[in-house]
């Protein structure tokens, strides 16, 4: 079936544009990760829904950032007034049930990479 | 979470067995530990993960010391779309995950 999609792939902002990116994760998966992965580093975790409620935004970098995931499928990561430091790869996963469960492999996209001039 | 160590990059034959170590000294009894890795230009994969015994799937098998301070990553045939960047992961459960450098596995023909 399909996995996880993200759009769009690439995205070029002007410093202090707004950007929104957007994940399709796979259908009926109730959890949803959003990660940023900086040049040379291993992602880091921002955020995380369960449908569509959001219970975990601790690794949000700052009140830039901003995630929903209002009917509990499709997710979108705003970031607003963009700075340079924002340019990296924005991941999305899925997983099929709620997180915390062991056995709860989580499904990445290919990923939105952001590059902020 | 317990951190992870690996090398930063290791080389492999084309057909060969690829064993990635991690040290996970600090693991504690309920945590697991998970593989993901990562090919150019895409997103992470699951690859595997284990508590204290030895596990073998369709892609890798995974074997854990006794004292569970460590733990082998072996793809038994490695082929040139096996080169990526392997993550060793430790944690309670599969969420939040807290990915380090990982190892750049490279496969040569």
């Known amino acids: 079936g399909a996995g996880v999609s993200q759009s769009p792939r690439y995205k070029v902002a002007k410093r202090g544009q707004d950007v929104a990116l957007r994940c399709d994760p796979i259908s009926g998966h109730v959890s949803l990760f959003w990660y940023q992965q900086a040049l040379g580093q291993g992602p880091e975790f921002l955020t995380y829904?369960?449908?569509?409620?959001?219970?975990?935004k601790s690794g949000l970098p700052s009140d830039r950032f901003f995630a929903e995931r209002p009917e509990g499928s499709v997710s979108t990561l705003k970031i607003q007034r963009t700075q340079q430091e924002d340019s990296a790869v924005y991941l999305c996963?899925?997983?099929?049930?709620?997180?915390?469960?062991?056995?709860?492999?989580?499904?990445f996209g290919p990923g939105t990479r952001l590059l902020v001039l | 979470d317990a951190k992870t160590t690996q090398p930063p990059s290791m080389d492999c034959a084309e057909g060969r067995a690829a064993n990635l170590p991690c040290n996970h000294s600090?693991?504690?009894?309920?945590?697991?530990v998970y593989w993901y890795r990562q090919i150019h230009s895409q997103g992470p994969q699951y690859i595997i993960h284990g508590l204290k015994n030895n596990e073998t799937n369709e892609m890798a098998s995974l074997i854990i010391t006794e004292d569970r301070k460590s733990s082998t990553l072996i793809l038994p045939h490695a082929t040139l779309r096996d080169t990526a960047v392997y993550y060793c992961?430790?944690?309670?459960?599969?969420?939040?995950?807290?990915f380090g450098k990982g190892t750049l596995l490279t496969v040569n023909p």
């Open positions: 600090t693991i504690s009894g309920n945590e697991y």
């Open positions: 996963a899925s997983s099929q049930g709620s997180a915390g469960g062991v056995k709860e492999t989580q499904y």
């Open positions: 992961i430790v944690g309670g459960s599969n969420y939040k995950l807290t």
């Open positions: 829904f369960q449908n569509e409620a959001q219970l975990d």
